[in-house]
């Protein structure tokens, strides 16, 4: 068919013509497309060159092919319900997206045989991003072995894999002394399974250090609870009900588990925080929407799962290099639920100008 004058019938241009008009390889007109460091700069000026000349838009299949690559990741987690995960997730998800590749999320939900679940997945894509203890070390280590880029998040780093982490210790012990030094308790709990997820096993360590630096007796073991609202209902009713040993102040191990806390006193008729105080981490919106505002922790969540994407991304472009491992800030946020009213309304004041 002979080309018209408009551009009808006219064939588009492919990597290929790209490549033989900038005298370079088809995987190297994928890495300047894709904003690789790894091309020298008189090399990226030809292929700019030859894409603007030619008038190439890249195909998403075609660098995959290219690359000998899938154009997707994965992350891996133990549930998607809940304001944290989908905060993690939708962070995974901007960074993939930005990228012009493809996420694929394997939620595993205590299903049997998750080992092959993930093994399976991990030939389907290009790397993973694996969340907590949601996969036994073995698995990672035999994964590792097979090459396959890996990036581990809210856990630390495991088969020489970089893991993306936010602060835990430092801020749980700054959260409990707070409500040690500035409240005068003396009794308070720690809610959340501590062996399941090693940042609430951190957290209990900030907890306990709290505790030895204001010179009082070693808090008793934590309230072991799984990480839902209902949870947090079921356990802080139980402890709230136990009478003249009841806790001062609950710190719980996310907010979901303090917002479950709350409603528990309530059914009790128990006021927060004048008869009880509790805290809670992550700071997901219900935080400061609920009365009493929630004294928590703010963990930058989308952050969290935007850096362990990027991080992977590092990890598949340049194999042969080892990224560092991040840990990103948390802060404390001081509401009312803890006693602290004066700062409550401050915080209120703020989060509505920002909004």
């Known amino acids: 068919m002979a080309e018209g004058g408009n551009g009808v019938g006219r064939a588009r241009p492919n990597i290929y013509e790209v490549a033989d008009r900038a005298e370079v390889s088809i995987a190297t007109v994928s890495r300047v497309q894709r904003g690789s460091s790894a091309v020298r700069a008189e090399t990226r000026r030809r292929v700019l060159a030859a894409i603007k000349e030619l008038g ?19 992350v891996v987690f133990p549930t998607l319900s809940g304001p944290y995960y989908a905060e993690v997730i939708a962070g995974c998800e901007d960074a993939t997206v930005e990228r012009g590749e493809s996420l694929l999320i394997l939620g595993t939900h205590r299903r049997p045989r998750v080992d092959d679940l993930v093994f399976d997945l991990a030939h389907r894509v290009d790397g993973l991003v694996v969340m907590g203890q949601t996969v036994d070390d073995a698995v990672l280590a035999a994964l590792a072995r097979d090459a396959v880029p890996l990036v581990l998040l809210g856990r630390p780093s495991v088969a020489e894999a ?3 982490r936010s602060a835990n210790a430092a801020p749980a012990v ?17 809610v959340g399974d501590v062996d399941s997820a090693p940042d609430v096993a951190e957290r209990w360590e900030g907890f306990v250090e709290a505790h030895r630096r204001a010179r009082l007796e070693p808090p008793p073991r934590p309230v072991s609870a799984g990480f839902r609202e209902a949870d947090g ?13 009841r806790p001062q102040a609950l710190v719980c191990a996310n907010d979901e588990l303090a917002l479950g806390a709350c409603r ?15 805290t809670g981490w992550d ?15 703010r963990q930058p969540m989308r952050e969290l799962g935007a850096a362990a994407a990027r991080l992977l991304f590092e990890r598949i472009d340049t194999a042969a290099a080892q990224p560092a491992s991040l840990m990103l800030p948390s802060e404390l946020v001081i509401r009312s639920s803890c006693g602290c009213a004066s700062e409550q309304d401050t915080q209120f004041t703020t989060d509505e100008g920002r909004g």
Do not use: C, K, Q, W
């Open 56 to 74: 190439y838009r890249p195909s998403v299949a075609g660098r995959a092919l290219a690359e000998r690559r899938h154009a997707a990741v994965a």
């Open 162 to 164: 970089p893991s993306v």
């Open 174 to 190: 700054e959260l409990t002394t707070h409500l040690i030094a500035e409240h005068g308790f003396e009794r308070l709990a720690f």
């Open 233 to 245: 209902f079921a356990v802080a009713r139980a402890a709230f009900a136990s009478g003249a040993n």
């Open 264 to 278: 528990a006193a309530r059914s009790l008729g128990l006021a927060v925080p004048d008869d009880v105080a509790v």
């Open 283 to 297: 700071d997901v919106s219900l935080a400061r929407l609920v009365p009493p505002g929630l004294t928590t922790v």
